[in-house]
């Protein structure tokens, strides 16, 4: 091997978070520096797979992926970031990592365990929790909340499925076209949908079947399951020497070479950023094939001036949330459709034989 090439090979680059962009950039950079992901748990996990996992467990199998199989020439620390300073991050378990360079993509943080194996053991509890109720209660109108209904209105259609949504229409991160196409369709299924209303769970007793709405409805269900979705990952930041780089949502700003402004070795991708554009893991993957192609450049001795740049797709992005395996409703750049066209592209397998393909895996054989 030459110098030049060792040399490379020595640039320490710090990945903090095992996300969709996270783990993609680990990957890409593998051979190409001295690469560390951090992420508090062992896996990467296609989020978007997550609902199908509880009405089939057997997914999780092939969209829980342990960091390892894919990262095979990096090191990995289970652990979370609670520090950084210009030249090192520290970890919850006290280790301190250097980095010469530093890639921050801490999107959000979701309250799950710490192995593969308990994450999939965890789906079987939930989809018997599904399959043991008649009747069931879904707080939260968000992407998750409604994703999770149309997977167990579509499975389990004998269920009395209730949906409570604290805003005036489901999923409001998208247009309202799409949002009232999905309650019609939602209601086609017998679902029950509640808008404007919230749910209290403070005010109900263990193994109670009984819950209040903010509106003094009262609902009957089995079992409940909270969708209301997960804090930015960006809490830690706060008392760092990044904290004036956090917009006022709690992101991080970068220039149009993705880095954290001002800092010329410190990049940003993923959910975490103030790219002004819909959070989608589609727009974190080619924000992390941008700083992928920047790290090599720079690393490589090139010119800062010769880096890649991102543009924010805030006009062009298309957002698809499925109903259930065949079904549905997509946003595109000129139109909002819902059905079985949509259901094509994304319901069947939840793009992950792709999200694998795209890591270096196999898209279909699971790897024990
Ligand atoms: C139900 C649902 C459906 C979706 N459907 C789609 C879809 O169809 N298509 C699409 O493109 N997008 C979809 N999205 C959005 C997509 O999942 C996100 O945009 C994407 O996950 C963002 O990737 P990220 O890497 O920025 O963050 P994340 O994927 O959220 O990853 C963040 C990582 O950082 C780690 N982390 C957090 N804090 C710390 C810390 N202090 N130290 C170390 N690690 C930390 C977390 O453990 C996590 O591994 C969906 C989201 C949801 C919830």
Known sequence: MDTELMNLKNRRVVVIGGGVAGSLLAKSLQFHADVTLL??????????????????????????INHRDYLTNGRIITSRAINVTDKEVLTAEG?????????????????????????????????????????????????TGVELTGEIAVDFPEKEVTLVHNGSRLMQFIGPKASNKTLDWLRSKRVEVK??????LNSVSDGSRTYQTSAGETIEADCHFLCTGSPLGSAWLKETFLKDKLDIHGRLMVDKNLRVKDHSNIFAIGDITDIPEIKQGYLAQKHAEV???????????????????????????????SLGRREAVAQLPFTTTIGHIPGMIKSRDLFVGKTRKRIGLDPHIVHE
């Open 95 to 143: 280790r301190a990592l250097v980095y010469d360079y530093l890639v921050i993509a801490t999107g959000h943080l979701y309250s799950v365990p710490r192995t593969r194996t308990e994450r999939l053991s965890q789906y079987e509890t939930e989809n018997e929790k599904i399959r043991s109720a008649g009747s069931i209660l879904i707080i939260g109108g968000g992407p």
């Open 39 to 64: 992420d508090p748990k062992e896996y990467f996990e296609i989020p978007w797979a997550s609902l199908r996992a509880m009405v089939e467990p057997s997914f999780a199998e092939r969209s829980v």
């Open 195 to 200: 808008l404007e209303q919230s749910v209290n």
């Open 291 to 321: 700083v992928a192609t920047n790290l090599k450049l720079l690393m490589g001795g090139g010119k800062e001036s010769k880096m890649a740049t991102y543009e924010p797709q805030s006009m062009k992005a298309i957002v698809s949330v």
